[in-house]
């Protein structure tokens, strides 16, 4: 199968010195019509990068990359690439990751509207079910200057090496279990997101199963909520944010609940620069006893 050999080396423990070709062997097969997922022209959109630490690299976090081929052979890189890192005595991380270079040649894609919000999305489901945090990602992947959150970071202690060094430049990471199964579905999952939005496609035999894996991330990206479900939180809590793109039903959505669930009294206000505070919040005022 077109993973095996990928998975074989994400599932390695610990690093060794055979890592770097072991996951050169694993990317080499994602390729071609003979056993491959990805066409054969989808090698001219990435560029393997899987370099061997040597022996005055103390402190370098090893690391596999798939990376935009206009970056140089070796050095630092930029643009948005999937990388594996290896953990301690655990599978491997597997990301999303902006360059140490910066945004190009990749702004394109990271400043993409719904690019985060699909990061976003495969995390979320990668987490449902789990009892605790597998997958997380940062709401503006653009944003190199903010870390990883610690309290984040303390869940993924077993990449405390690669968060230090790399947790301003990581934008989506799922630390798979020992459950090939579901390591194969999160790794097909960040793979597809990855190419398609670089335009390339799985090879047709596989259009069912990408097809699939999308429809259950894509429930978290555009879950469907019901009027009740949100009449429920707002007599739980009193507010609720209605969030999408124009034309998904939002205002028809707060009408209708405007008519069944509060008899018409309520209104609509339009934001904007000269929207004041005292355009929506009643209050008490001082009475003037001049």
Excluded at 232 to 237: A, I, S, V
Aim: proline share 7%.
């Amino acid at each position: 199968m077109w993973a095996d050999k990928l998975l074989g080396a994400i599932s390695e423990r610990h690093y060794s010195k055979t890592w770097p070709e072991k996951f050169k062997a694993g990317f080499e097969a994602l390729f071609g019509s003979d056993g491959g997922r990805y066409p054969d022209s989808a090698k001219r959109q990435v560029t393997l990068r899987a370099p061997a630490p040597s022996e005055d690299s103390e402190g370098i976090v090893p690391f596999a990359a798939l990376i935009h081929p206009s970056n140089p052979s070796s050095g630092p890189y930029g643009g948005t690439s999937l990388a594996v890192f290896p953990g301690d005595d655990a599978p491997c991380l597997i990301s999303l990751v902006v360059g140490t270079n910066g945004l190009a040649p990749d702004e394109g894609i990271l400043g993409r509207p719904g690019h985060a919000r699909k990061a976003a999305a495969i995390c979320a489901w990668l987490n449902s079910g789990e009892r605790k945090l597998v997958a997380w990602s940062k709401h503006d992947p653009t944003r190199l200057d903010q870390h990883i959150p610690s309290e984040v970071a303390e869940q993924f202690g077993k990449y405390s090496r690669t968060i230090e060094r790399y947790g301003h430049v990581l934008y989506a990471i799922y630390a798979p279990g020992p459950d090939l199964s579901q390591m194969l579905e999160g790794l097909t999952a960040f793979l597809d997101f990855m190419f398609d939005e670089r335009g390339v496609q799985p090879l047709s035999r596989f259009d069912a199963d990408s097809s699939e894996i999308r429809t259950r991330w894509f429930h978290y990206l555009m879950p469907d909520v019901s009027n009740d479900q949100v009449a429920e939180l707002l007599n739980e809590r009193h507010y609720v944010i209605l969030q999408g793109p124009p034309g998904t039903g939002r205002t028809h959505m707060a009408r209708e609940l405007i008519a069944t669930e509060y008899q018409n009294r309520g209104r609509t206000i339009q934001f904007h620069a000269n929207t004041t505070y005292e355009n929506f919040i009643g209050g008490l005022a001082p009475k003037n006893l001049i």
